[in-house]
T-cell receptor
């Protein structure tokens, strides 16, 4: 596809369950970012990948959150033992080069609702 | 730590009129980048305009322009000749120029309504 894709578009889960959110970046983009957008808030940085490594994971809110990236492409954000405060839109972005001023292209996000 | 503040939760403008969205930021860094992103109901963030801090000239992209005041740490967005399609959430964002610190730091957004 031409843009960043994310799946699922919407996810409803029960408190305590684990969820996996997927991001397919633009082909060839080496940098990948995850952000969280809670209701009425701006986007909050979670983690940044360069290739398959994550030099900055400072935004992950707790050890229930983890992410991986394989083959320098697809990334999965996993939330274990979900809590109601995890309800938010999770946005993924990718860019071609991580340092030079290059635009981050965003996906449409996954809306997670924890009941 | 850097912070971005958008003090206008909502703004409205008449079609064809001009509107200005405010953004202030706090940083101790001298080199950085500033952005305005648009988020329509589809949730897809779209880059509207960007500004490099070392450039004194204000960035312009068609109907969109910024007023960058580095000393005041202010970065407002002006939308001229507003169109119905401009209705969206607008986010101001900051990015450090320090290597390996490439995350965007966002404000809380301003919801822009455009009336015909």
């Amino acid at each position: 596809g031409a843009g960043v894709s994310q799946s699922p578009s919407n996810k409803v889960t029960e408190k305590g369950k684990d969820v996996e959110l997927r991001c397919d970046p633009i082909s060839g983009h080496t940098a990948l970012y995850w952000y969280r957008q809670s209701l009425g808030q701006g986007l909050e940085f979670l983690i940044y990948f360069q290739g398959n490594s994550a030099p900055d994971k400072s935004g992950l809110p707790s050890d229930r959150f983890s992410a991986e990236r394989t083959g320098g492409s697809v990334s999965t954000l996993t939330i274990q033992r979900t809590q109601q405060e995890d309800s938010a839109v999770y946005l993924c972005a990718s860019s071609l080069v991580e340092r030079i001023l290059v635009e981050q292209y965003f996906g449409p996000g996954t809306r997670l609702t924890v009941t | 730590a850097q912070t971005v503040t958008q003090s206008q939760p909502e703004m409205s403008v008449q079609e064809a009129e001009t509107v200005t969205l405010s953004c202030t930021y706090d940083t101790s860094e001298s080199d950085y980048y500033l952005f305005w992103y648009k988020q329509p109901p589809s949730r897809q963030m779209i880059l509207v305009i960007r500004q490099e801090a070392y450039k004194q000239q204000n960035a312009t992209e068609n109907r969109f322009s910024v007023n960058f005041q580095k000393a005041a740490k202010s970065f407002s967005l002006k939308i001229s000749d507003s169109q119905l399609g401009d209705a969206a959430m607008y986010f101001c964002a900051y990015r450090s120029a320090i290597y390996n610190t490439d995350k965007l730091i966002f404000g809380t957004g301003t919801r822009l309504q455009v009336f015909p």
